[in-house]
């Protein structure tokens, strides 16, 4: 197989790669000791943090967004990745074609004319794009990782706190999180965005790669010589990963369409089973699957508190009135409901017990579940726990608690529309292409 740009060919997999590699082998979080966890709340956090590693970094930039705006926040990131580029660090970005789509035509050629690689996952020009298989399936990750040294995940895309592309500006800044870290966490993540890189620019990933390598003629040493790696380097790294007990462990889960297609909702479910004190669950977007609500139901009825964080502040209606189709049902098992009226909500966070928390991209709904491509940090470690469950705390003290005398409709009318809102879900994931049980 002849060389080409940016093919796995002109980055060879080194050995950090075969562990990110045989992390990607698992379908449950692998949970690595010896990491460090920042929570960072707003872009007005986020922002100048990513900002700062961009600017000391010497090698490599990848980023992935599904929104990339070009208001001024977008500007001054759209500056650091270009100065980066211009001092000869070589910066990956991906961008969503349907998220990014409203500022692509004036964010694009600023980067791409000032050396930074820049491609759209699945981009759509006019409607007929829309009838192309997998159009639904969105990149909604939100990605950046400097020099495998320093990472960023979780829910906010790159536009200012204040703006709302489709209401405007506000007052308030929404409220959204996301993580810094260091430590081994960082080569998955690192692999994952890469991966969304090739997918985008060659249509392809680097498993896709992997294989066409294999079946080469040219490399075919190499090719066996990595696979070899492989097979043994991923019990290894499963078993040292699993017995390092030096904080903070850490997992990187993610939601794709190949083996971890199920991984993050299956990591919230095992956590909420596990339960025994508290269950704070904080998402814009709620309409889990049957599996999840059982899970959450259970748990309310062993004496844990549940208490949901949803908007109160609404973005797009159907969200809202899908969420609501199941206040009934949540209120019933004394599930406690907390809608956030100061700003719009885009976080998804939550805290089970003293020990366990996520931050990232993955709302709780059938879009991120089983469609979109999301990643979400899974933390083990009580000091981070305490200051997020704070977070949540402060958060639901300035919401409204929704109450069975607050509901506002009578019962018949909200029994029809939880069947009208079951329909559209069933008939939504039907046409994306979701499987299995919801």
Not at 178 to 195: C, D, K, L, S, Y
Request: aromatic share 8%; proline share 4%.
């Amino acid at each position: 197989m002849a060389a080409r740009p940016d093919n796995l060919m002109a980055e060879p997999v080194s050995e950090d790669d075969t562990h990110a590699l045989a992390w990607y082998a698992q379908s449950r979080p692998l949970f690595t000791g010896s990491n460090q966890v920042r929570l960072l709340r707003g872009g007005d956090q986020l922002f100048p943090a990513m900002q700062e590693a961009i600017e000391r970094a010497r090698h490599r930039v990848w980023l992935a967004t599904y929104i990339f705006h070009d208001d001024i926040a977008g500007q001054d990131m759209a500056a650091a990745l270009a100065r980066a580029a211009q001092r000869g660090v070589r910066v990956s970005v991906v961008i969503d074609g349907f998220g990014s789509g409203p500022s692509l035509a004036r964010i694009g050629p600023r980067l791409r004319d000032s050396g930074v690689r820049l491609t759209v996952f699945r981009p759509l020009a006019g409607w007929r794009s829309w009838l192309q298989p997998g159009q639904l399936r969105r990149l909604h990750q939100k990605l950046c990782v400097v020099d495998a040294d320093v990472g960023f995940v979780g829910g906010i895309n790159i536009i200012d706190d204040r703006l709302d592309i489709h209401h405007g500006w506000s007052d308030w800044p929404r409220l959204d999180y996301a993580v810094e870290v260091r430590g081994p966490i960082v080569a998955p993540m690192e692999q994952t965005v890469r991966a969304l890189w090739m997918r985008s620019h060659l249509g392809r990933d680097w498993r896709d790669e992997l294989v066409e390598l294999a079946r080469s003629s040219y490399p075919m040493a190499r090719a066996r010589r990595l696979l070899r790696r492989l097979r043994t380097t991923r019990w290894q790294v499963v078993e040292r990963a699993l017995h390092d007990p030096h904080p903070m462990r850490v997992a990187f889960v993610v939601r794709d369409n190949l083996k971890q297609r199920r991984t993050i909702e299956r990591a919230y479910i095992e956590a909420i089973r596990g339960a025994r004190q508290r269950v704070d669950l904080v998402s814009p977007y709620f309409y889990p699957g049957r599996a999840f609500r059982r899970a959450l139901r259970h748990a309310a009825q062993r004496g844990v508190q549940v208490r949901l964080l949803l908007q109160g502040k609404v973005d797009y209606r159907m969200a809202a009135l899908a969420a609501q189709a199941l206040y009934d049902e949540m209120l019933a098992h004394g599930i406690r409901i907390f809608e956030y009226t100061p700003a719009f909500l885009h976080a998804k966070v939550a805290v089970v017990d003293d020990d366990w928390a996520t931050v990232g991209s993955s709302n709780i709904d059938p879009l991120s579940l089983l469609v979109n491509l999301e990643g979400n940090v899974i933390v083990r470690d009580a000091g981070f726990v305490a200051g997020l469950a704070d977070e949540i705390e402060q958060a639901m003290a300035v919401s409204r608690e929704v109450t069975r005398e607050t509901l506002g409709l009578p019962a018949w009318r909200r029994y029809l529309r939880r069947g009208l809102v079951a329909w559209m879900a069933r008939l939504f994931m039907r046409v994306a292409g979701a499987t299995g049980r919801y």
